[in-house]
């Protein structure tokens, strides 16, 4: 066996590791695309549906074996109509030069857009003093919490995040998700703060933003319901007291591109 394994690992070649290394981010990327949507249950039926077909053949249950091999041909010839909406949006990505990063990383006009939104947002709640509790998600996923809610999946927009925050409308208690530059979920449910060094004043969303930044890297933007003030959490700490300005100066180093060797590999051109 020994002598096996060393005879294998001597016929691989450089461009092989290339070749097999491809493969497996390749893998990766689609497995990163299709991790929050229904096709991962899908593919978990699919992986059971397989692994009855093989023990059936191995212990010769010829029928049950049959059947399940004429539906797995059945599932195969489907799979490109139950995936249709992760297709379109990997060729979309493919299309746009986006396959090969996050998918909710954004370049610097995208940034600039979405903390554009954000500002004007918290400035018009602000002023007319309506509560709202923003998350915009990091490196930590937070697909718990937005099980939590009602999915939205809309463009951040400043109309769209003031509709959704006014008041005695379906969607104004609780949170809203933010991905990338699209929101994901509203009326989220988060995790309230244990530390006993908090002011009295700050009510359950200030609680809930520092909660959910003492859980995960995501940065929280509150906006009071009975003062106006604009506060930012992240890292279990409260910024508060902020302006449209210093809310920008704040986000913007928060979501520097990092740029992967992998990404970087696909990207590199000769000089």
Same mark, same amino acid.
């Given at each position: 066996?020994?002598?096996?394994?060393?005879?294998?690992?001597? !016929?691989?070649?450089?461009?092989?590791?290339?070749?097999?290394?491809?493969?497996?981010y390749v893998l990766y990327k689609l497995y990163i695309m299709i991790r929050d949507?229904?096709?991962?249950? +899908? +593919?978990?039926?699919l992986a059971v549906l397989l692994l009855a077909t093989l023990v059936s053949k191995w212990?010769?249950?010829?029928?049950?074996? /049959?059947?399940?091999?004429?539906t797995m041909t059945v599932v195969l010839v489907a799979l490109p109509v139950v995936f249709q909406p992760e297709l379109r949006r990997a060729l979309e990505q493919l299309g746009r030069g986006r396959f090969f990063k996050n998918s909710s990383q954004l370049n610097a006009e995208e940034k600039e857009?979405?903390?554009?939104? +954000?500002?004007r947002t918290v400035t018009a709640l602000s002023k007319n003093k309506i509560g709202a509790l923003m998350v915009l998600e990091r490196?930590?996923?937070?697909?718990?919490?937005?099980?939590?809610?009602i999915k939205v999946d809309g463009?951040?927009?400043s109309e769209f995040l003031i509709n959704i925050f006014i008041p005695n409308t379906p969607l104004h208690d609780g949170a809203v998700i933010i991905r990338g530059?699209?929101?994901?979920?509203?009326?989220?449910?988060?995790?309230?703060?244990?530390?006993?060094?908090?002011?009295?004043? +700050?009510? !359950?969303?200030?609680?809930a933003a520092i909660g959910i930044s003492e859980q995960a890297d995501a940065v929280v933007i509150v906006v009071s319901e009975e003062t106006g003030i604009i506060s930012l959490a992240r890292g279990g700490r409260l910024h508060r007291y902020? &302006?449209? &300005?210093?809310?920008?100066?704040?986000?913007?180093?928060?979501?520097?591109?990092?740029? *992967? *060797?992998? *990404?970087?590999?696909? *990207? /590199?051109?000769?000089?």
């Open positions: 066996m020994l002598l096996q394994i060393r005879g294998i690992i001597s !016929t691989i070649s450089f461009l092989d590791i290339i070749d097999m290394a491809i493969v497996a949507t229904r096709a991962v249950a +899908l +593919l978990k039926g212990l010769e249950l010829n029928v049950i074996n /049959w059947l399940l091999q004429k857009t979405l903390f554009t939104e +954000l500002t490196d930590t996923g937070l697909n718990d919490y937005i099980e939590t809610g463009l951040v927009t530059n699209r929101i994901q979920a509203a009326g989220c449910l988060l995790p309230l703060s244990d530390d006993r060094t908090l002011t009295k004043e +700050l009510g !359950t969303r200030h609680r902020l &302006d449209a &300005d210093k809310l920008k100066e704040h986000l913007a180093p928060l979501f520097v591109a990092k740029t *992967s *060797s992998l *990404s970087d590999l696909f *990207s /590199w051109r000769p000089s």
